[in-house]
Nanobody, 125 residues
């Protein structure tokens, strides 16, 4: 099994920044897993945010966050990060970390095998 625990959420004013972390653990988790972030705003469907390959060499972003958010990872720490800058009220959502053996499943099919419980991000105007 794989466990994912998100942290770093909070409340911030528009234009501010936050960095989310996702710590992975479990006997079956491997640094060869791709990781990603999704979000769900109140009353809306889950939305893809960003994905990163196991090596960090490939990344992809939703158009709505491109240029403002950066995904990265530290395989030695089994942790993925989402640096969020220039935050907008429409970024308010619960942010979920995901891990999967396949980068394309996260980046293209927009799903994954393992999910965290989420961390709340609230951006006020």
């Amino acid at each position: 099994q794989v466990q994912l625990v998100e942290s770093g959420g909070g409340a911030v004013q528009a234009g501010g920044s936050l960095r989310l972390s996702c710590a992975a653990s479990g006997r079956t988790f491997s640094s060869s897993y791709a990781m990603g972030w999704f979000r769900r705003a109140p009353g809306k469907e889950r939305e893809f945010v960003a994905a990163i390959s196991w090596s960090g060499g490939s990344t992809t972003y939703a158009d709505s966050v491109k240029g403002r958010f950066t995904i990265s990872r530290d395989n030695a720490k089994k942790t993925a990060y989402l640096q969020m800058n220039s935050l907008k009220p429409e970024d308010t959502a619960v942010y979920y970390c995901v891990a999967d053996e396949s980068f394309s499943r996260i980046a293209t099919i927009r799903t994954g095998d393992y999910w965290g419980r989420g961390t709340q991000v609230t951006v006020s105007s």
